[in-house]
């Protein structure tokens, strides 16, 4: 008898449809999210969440929602005001998608770049740069590539450059230099990367990328252009490297001699 009501409860179960995901009336939300209905319905006619999805009268909301209300909060709780994170919301949600960013195209050769992505909530992406977390700068780091957007959360393209950006922050250099600062440099190194290629294109693939414009390269013409790149990824980061170094010494040497000339002059 128990098994004959076990067999049939799980029949049941089966013919009953499961939501993907999980989802919330109004005041379950505000629970869930520790607030008011009344801050809710206010958030929501701000626009600073999504619409429900409404099945008749019913406002449905889900996962996404409460993430967002998190997200607000915590905002919240760091200092920003509400027309602020309106403004950073807004930003969050033109931004690119995390496969445009980290996708990339079909390629004979992998990828130079060694680079770690990093996920990061909103809210620890404004624990990085405090204060400096506006719409303005998270604009500027989408626009650069730095940062993509996945559901809910950010994803910065490099540890190393998220590491460097937050120490430069920190250090006094405000968020908006660091990033006009990143597109000078991002411009400087497609300068260099277009000499580089452009070498080995004229002078060590130019018979094989002449023959191949109009069609597929062979099998050996393929490995040829792969061996050959492979050897240009160590020597090109090599003279990137020591060129920047030295290029520092030098600029450094100038900036502390300039300084103990001006100090030199004033003494006198």
């Known amino acids: 008898m128990a098994a004959n009501e076990n067999e049939k409860a799980i029949a049941d179960e089966d013919t009953v449809e499961r939501p993907k995901t999980r989802e919330f009336r109004m005041p379950e939300l505000a629970k869930e ?7 809710l319905r206010f958030y929501r006619e701000r626009k600073l969440i999504p619409a429900p999805r409404r099945e008749g009268r019913i406002a449905w909301y889900n996962e996404h929602h409460l993430a967002r209300l998190r997200t607000i909060g915590a905002l919240l709780e760091r200092g920003h005001t509400l027309g602020g994170i309106a403004e950073l919301l807004a930003a969050f949600e033109s931004g690119r998608d995390v496969g445009e960013l980290l996708g990339l195209e079909d390629s004979i050769v992998t990828p130079w770049s060694e680079e770690t992505p990093v996920r990061l909530t909103p809210e620890e992406l404004a624990d990085h740069f405090s204060e400096d ?5 998270l604009a500027a780091s989408l626009d650069l590539g730095y940062l993509a957007v996945d559901g809910d959360e950010f994803v910065h393209i490099s540890r ?7 120490d430069l ?3 006094g250099i405000p968020l908006a230099a660091v990033l006009e600062a990143a597109r000078k440099v991002r411009a400087h190194a ?7 290629t452009t070498l080995v294109r004229t002078h060590v693939l130019a018979d094989v990328l002449d ?9 050996e013409e393929a ?3 792969v061996q050959t790149i492979e050897k240009l990824r160590p020597l090109s980061k090599g003279v990137v490297e020591a060129e920047l170094s030295m290029a520092m010494d030098r600029r450094v040497r100038r900036e502390i001699d300039a300084w103990m000339r001006e100090r030199e002059c004033g003494d006198d």
């Open 190 to 196: 497609d300068a260099l990367a277009d000499i580089f």
């Open 169 to 171: 922050v920190d250090k």
């Open 33 to 39: 999210a520790g607030i008011t209905v009344r801050t």
């Open 223 to 225: 490995e040829r252009i």
């Open 133 to 137: 977390i506006s719409a303005e700068n």
């Open 211 to 219: 023959r191949t414009a109009d069609e597929p390269p062979t099998a």
């Open 160 to 166: 190393r450059l998220l590491d460097a950006s937050t």
